[in-house]
């Protein structure tokens, strides 16, 4: 079965996330920029969603995790939490 390693920054707005892409485009520190910005609870780990196979997440999650490229931002995603920039880590 399929497993992947992902992190993500959570915000209320579109807006709020497409100017985080933007700094994390211009080099800005992910870890850093999920821990100030993000309103998951997984801040305090830099967004680290850890490692987990396909379903755990909700689909839009599990869409870009399992489909899109590795190691690239991708979003903002909408879900019903909020607005995500997402990047996987790695896929098995």
Request: with cysteine.
């Amino acid at each position: 079965m399929a497993r992947a390693s992902a992190r993500h920054i959570l915000v209320k707005t579109k807006e709020e996330a497409e100017k985080l892409k933007q700094q994390l485009a211009g080099g800005a520190d992910f870890t850093k920029l999920a821990k100030k910005h993000s309103i998951c609870s997984t801040a305090k780990r830099g967004g680290d969603l850890g490692e987990f196979g396909p379903g755990k997440m909700v689909k839009a999650v599990d869409n870009i995790v399992f489909k899109k490229p590795v190691l690239e931002v991708h979003g903002p995603v909408k879900t019903k939490f909020g607005f995500h920039l997402i990047e996987t880590i790695y896929r098995t």
